[in-house]
């Protein structure tokens, strides 16, 4: 078991002990900001999965209300990571609940799919937990090979948590190499699927949702396509990699640097809190942003209130 983590959802009941401890991997690399970009690249990735998209495309509103999407998942995985383990048993129970109602049957393969099938949540998962990883790799910092391995051995915990055996989810870089070149086979993009890429990298929000929302994913799509592997870029009709990306590279790079040490300077802070919890909800700033915060070596001070 890697450092940082507790031995898995049946460990004791003591709900004050974390799944996830403050000096894990999982809190470097999911408690940066630029995990919202990773957020993004593993729905553009898991739609090309047909079973996967299929409960999408049947059970899902996101198109309609893609923030209520966004908070949602959002306030998940701080639940898991950044909660106590009496939150993060609450949050994957109901989970759980959702997945029990999600079935029926794929247009495209004509197979019968189910939200709680093992081989469709593991997907969901290692497309997640993965993505996390290559956003913060790509724009807010260096991990050692070691530090990819810990933090990809500390995520089974997160898999356990919705039910996957431990034996079955990959547990480091070269095992989720093995199993995304096993899984590739398998993968193909209905119109359905390209119509939600398309939303993703292009998002087109209501008129109704605030103009700095809007405008922020604009710039968030783009971020989020820049890194999805290149034969997945082809199979989903995304643009080549070219130099035109390399400017929107580097702003990003500056940009995803930059934005935690913004949050310790005393006038930036609220407007940006404020700004967060009107994207992402109040939850994953209380539980992610505001603890990753008050851990950060470089500032001794604890972030205020936003009640």
Not at 117 to 137: G, I, K, N, Q
Not at 180 to 208: E, G, K, M, N
Not at 226 to 231: E, T
Request: charged share 25%; glycine share 6%.
């Amino acid at each position: 078991m890697s450092a940082g983590v507790d031995s898995g959802p049946d460990a004791g009941t003591d709900a004050t002990t974390r799944f996830f401890e403050p000096g894990s991997v999982s809190w470097k690399v999911i408690g940066h900001p630029v995990a919202l970009i990773g957020g993004l690249r593993a729905l553009i990735i898991q739609t090309m999965h047909p079973l996967a998209m299929a409960g999408v495309a049947q059970y899902s509103d996101f198109r309609r209300d893609p923030l209520k999407r966004l908070r949602g998942t959002s306030a998940y995985v701080a639940s898991v990571v950044f909660g106590d383990r009496e939150t993060a048993l609450a949050a994957a129970a109901r989970v759980k609940k959702v997945h029990e109602r999600v079935r029926g049957i794929d247009p495209v393969t004509g197979k019968q799919f189910s939200a709680d099938d093992p081989e469709t949540m593991l997907w969901v998962h290692c497309t997640e937990v993965h993505s996390f990883l290559a956003a913060y790799r790509a724009y807010a910092g260096h991990l050692t090979h070691a530090e990819r391995d810990r933090y990809l051995a500390e995520q089974v915990v997160a898999a356990e948590l919705i039910g996957l055996p431990r034996a079955m989810v990959p547990d480091s870089v070269a095992s989720y190499r093995r199993y995304f070149a096993d899984v590739r086979p398998q993968l193909c993009v209905s119109d359905t699927a390209t119509a939600t890429i398309d939303f993703v990298a292009r998002p087109r929000l209501s008129a109704r949702t605030a103009l700095d929302l809007r405008l922020a994913a604009r710039t968030f799509g783009p971020a989020a396509v820049a890194i999805v592997p290149r034969d997945l870029r082809r199979l989903g009709g995304l643009p080549e990699r070219s130099r035109r990306e390399l400017p929107l590279r580097a702003i990003n790079n500056v940009a995803w640097r930059v934005a935690p040490l913004l949050g310790h300077l005393p006038v930036l802070s609220t407007v940006l809190d404020g700004w967060a919890i009107r994207m992402v909800g109040e939850t994953t700033v209380k539980l992610a942003l505001h603890q990753v915060r008050a851990r950060d070596p470089r500032v001794g001070s604890r972030p205020r209130s936003h009640r």
